[in-house]
């Protein structure tokens, strides 16, 4: 997912470097770059055209900075600019105050509603949470099924129209009426006092006004707290049509971008919360049930500028971690002690519970150059990696610095890799080490992340 967006980008920065001052044609050059590589990514035009003029604009009004040279200004601009257009700061589940909060979901075919309904019911359940999931999707074949097997799966109850789903709640039902199992599963939340009730509502393979009708009938029915509008990221310039389309026609209160881990070019994140006025609040990033985020706009922007996602990485860790473990990390970071060798021992071994090493990789700062390297990953490298922590004395593990060249020649036997497998993981820890610093010091992300590259 933007990965040659953050390529191109990445690219036109560097073309930055070096300069003293920016002229108003380097500052033009800079933005037309912007502006195709956006459109390549399938940004919506309208967008694109904003996008590029807000940053044009502010360019060229910066005074000279001592702290930022001319590439970094630009580059903060960028990124603030990106926040904005993902929808600024980070919208959280509106809660009912008197429960259940009712949750409704909305999009076409094939969006990941489903999917979503129990990626959802999962957090939220994790979180402490009773949900329901009400299965009012009668128009596809097997749905309702569909909907049960992934309840099952995350450990909560299903509202379904057929009786004798495992895990269903057996009701009686005309199938067929969608909007009155919708209103009968709110009824049922309510009487055994499941605090939140996620609706999943039928979708067709194009937007049609029957499916918009029936949409909007739900949404009246049940008056739900919140209307989250599932959309396929891999759909392309087609979103801005499906979501003003949606929110015309049901209106919807958030944005949920599915199938983000596909190599899609990313215009749809792009656009949708700009286009529509409302925020991307979760990202849906696999079939897996845990493959599901809260979607937080400046750690998108900063992935996609390749500053990395170390605000995700930790918060990552801390829920593989148990929870000692995370509280001596993060009381580690508060106190603006160094991350040691050690901790990222502990760390990786955490991170391997939750599967996939080469997404967390990708989450590094400054690992755009190396997508490549990422992409071909072998997870055995993991092995590798702890094989060459592990050959190191415990002195070492805290204090890399006293590391020599024949330290590392001993730890490349110990641990049966080479004196360069010894070099990259020292370099790559220094560079996490740093972010990690610049981080605690400023007491959050740091404000001007370091250049990519
Ligand atoms: P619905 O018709 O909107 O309910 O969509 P489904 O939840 O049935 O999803 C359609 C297909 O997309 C299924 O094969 C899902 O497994 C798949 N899917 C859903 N979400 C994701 C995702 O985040 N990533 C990937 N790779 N596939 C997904």
Not at 68 to 95: C, D, H, M, S
Not at 388 to 409: D, L, Q
């Amino acid at each position: 997912m933007f990965n040659s967006l953050s390529d191109r980008l990445t690219a036109t920065f560097k073309n930055l470097r070096g300069r003293g001052r920016l002229s108003e044609a380097d500052i033009d050059a800079t933005v037309r770059e912007i502006r195709r590589a956006l459109l390549d990514a399938d940004v919506a035009v309208p967008v694109v055209r904003e996008f590029a003029a807000a940053v044009r604009e502010r360019a060229l009004g910066v005074e000279v900075s001592g702290a930022l040279n001319p590439a970094q200004q630009v580059v903060k601009i960028v990124n603030e600019e990106l926040v904005e257009i993902l929808g600024g700061a980070t919208r959280t589940l509106r809660l009912a105050k008197v429960p259940p909060t009712v949750i409704m979901l909305a999009g076409l075919q094939g969006a990941g509603k489903t999917t979503l309904a129990g990626k959802l019911a999962h957090a939220l359940k994790g979180q402490g949470h009773t949900p329901l999931l009400v299965a009012a999707d009668l128009q596809r074949p097997n749905a309702v099924t569909q909907l049960s097997v992934v309840a099952e799966r995350a450990g909560v109850p299903v509202f379904a129209p057929h009786p004798g789903n495992q895990g269903a709640v057996d009701v009686d039902i005309v199938i067929g009426d969608p909007v009155g199992v919708a209103r009968d599963g709110v009824a049922y939340a309510r009487d055994k006092q499941h605090d939140v009730v996620i609706v999943d509502t039928a979708g067709r393979l194009g937007v049609d006004e029957a499916l918009m009708r029936q949409a909007a009938d739900i949404r009246a029915a049940i008056s739900p707290d919140e209307v989250l509008f599932v959309i396929d990221a891999m759909i392309g310039q087609d979103a801005v049509n499906t979501a003003t389309a949606f929110l015309e026609g049901v209106d919807f209160t958030g944005v949920v971008l599915s199938k983000l881990d596909g190599d899609a070019r990313g215009g749809a994140a792009l656009s949708v919360a700009k286009v529509t006025g409302r925020p991307i609040m979760f990202a849906s990033t696999g079939e897996k049930l845990t493959d599901f985020e809260v979607f937080h706009p400046d750690r998108m922007a900063g992935r996609i500028l390749d500053m990395g996602d170390v605000l995700t990485l930790i918060e990552q860790a801390e829920r593989a971690f148990d929870a000692d473990q995370a509280e001596r990390m993060a009381a580690k970071v508060a106190e603006g002690k160094d991350f040691t060798l050690a901790d990222f021992l502990v760390q990786m071994q955490q991170m391997r519970k939750m599967g996939s090493m080469k997404k967390m990789l990708g989450m590094l700062p400054g690992m755009g150059q190396m997508r490549e390297a990422i992409d071909s990953f072998d997870e055995r490298e993991v092995d590798r990696i702890e094989a060459i922590i592990r050959s190191m004395t415990p002195g070492e593990r805290e204090n890399p610095k006293i590391i020599n060249g024949s330290r590392r020649a001993r730890i490349a036997r110990g641990s049966g890799t080479t004196t360069t497998a010894v070099n990259q993981l020292l370099d790559r820890f220094a560079g996490a080490q740093k972010m990690m610093r610049q981080m605690s010091r400023g007491g959050g992300v740091p404000g001007m992340p370091p250049m990519p590259g």
